[in-house]
C-alpha cells in the first residue's frame, strides 16, 4: 500500500438518492427495512473508480458460502487488509461504503454478512424483533470462526498482505472488534466505533470486551459517544481501568469519547450522524492502523 494514501469524508461524493429496495438487491447497494428512511441529505457514496469492487463469496470453515463485499485499489498488491464488521442492519450500503472509503486510502477492505446461518436482516422492520430472531442467535465462536475465513480468502485473492491486519466495526460490529484483537494473535491493530463493551455471559457471548482486556493481542482504538444512550459512559470508564490492567496490547489500546454525541455517529445515512465526530474518528482511524503496522 502506498502510505501517503489517504482519504477525506470531503472527498467522497454525497449522493441524494439511496437505494430502498431489499428484494433480490446485491449485497451492499440497499438498506435494511428498519432503518428506513435514510438521510439522503448527509448520505456518503464513495465511487468505484480506480477500484475493484463488489460481493464475492467466502467459503466457510464448515464448507458453507458466505457473501461478503469487497474493495481494494484495482492496481497494485500487498494492500494492508481491514476486516469491516457490520452494524446489527448487517451489510447494507454504508458498510459496503466503509469498504470503498478503506480502498480509496489504499487498503483490502472485506465486509462478510456475518448472519448468514441465522437470517437475512435486511427485511426486518422492528428493530426489537430483528435483535431476538437473528442478532441474539449468533455465536460468538461462529463470527470468530467466519473472520478467519476472509482472512484466509484475502490471503487466497493474492492482492492482500494480511500479516499486516486490521480490524474495525461499528456498533455490533464495535464489540466483535475487541473479541477479535483478543482472539486473533495475527490482528495489529483494530477499530472499534462505539461498540458495547460490558454484558451479560451467555452460551453464545460467554465474554464481553471487559472481560477480555488481559487477552488483547492487539491494540484497539475505541470511538465512543458521551451522549450515546444505549452506551452508557460508566460502563466506557470500565473497559477504560481494564485496559490499564490487561495485556501489553490493552495498555497500548485508548478510548476517545466525543462529549454530547450520540450513538452512531459515523453512520451518514441517519439522523444520529455527526459530521465532525465522523471525519475526527476517520482521521484517528487510519492514523492508529498507520502506526501500528496495519499500512
Sequence with gaps: MDGDRMISLTDVAVSRRGAMAVGGAALGSTFALSIQPVSAQTMITTPTDGLTAGAVKVKTKDGKEMDAYRAMPAS???????????????????IADMCRRFAKAGYYAIAPELYFRQGDPKGYTEIPKLIAEIVAKVPDEQVMGDLDACV??????????????????????????????????????????????????TALTPKHPVDLAKDLKAPVLGLYGGADTGIPNDTVDKMRAALKDGSAAAKKSEIVTYPDTPHAFNADYRPSYRKDQAEDGWKKAIAWFKSNGVT
Design 76 to 94: 497494485g498488491t500487498g494492500f494492508g487488509t481491514i476486516l469491516v464488521v457490520q452494524e446489527i442492519f448487517g451489510v447494507h450500503s454504508h
Design 152 to 201: 484466509a480468502f484475502a490471503k487466497g485473492e493474492g492482492k492482500a498482505d494480511t500479516a499486516k491486519l486490521g480490524v474495525t466495526g461499528f456498533c455490533w460490529g464495535g464489540r466483535i472488534t475487541w473479541l477479535y484483537a483478543a482472539y486473533n494473535p495475527g490482528v495489529k491493530a483494530g477499530v472499534a466505533w462505539y461498540g458495547r463493551v460490558v454484558g451479560d455471559s
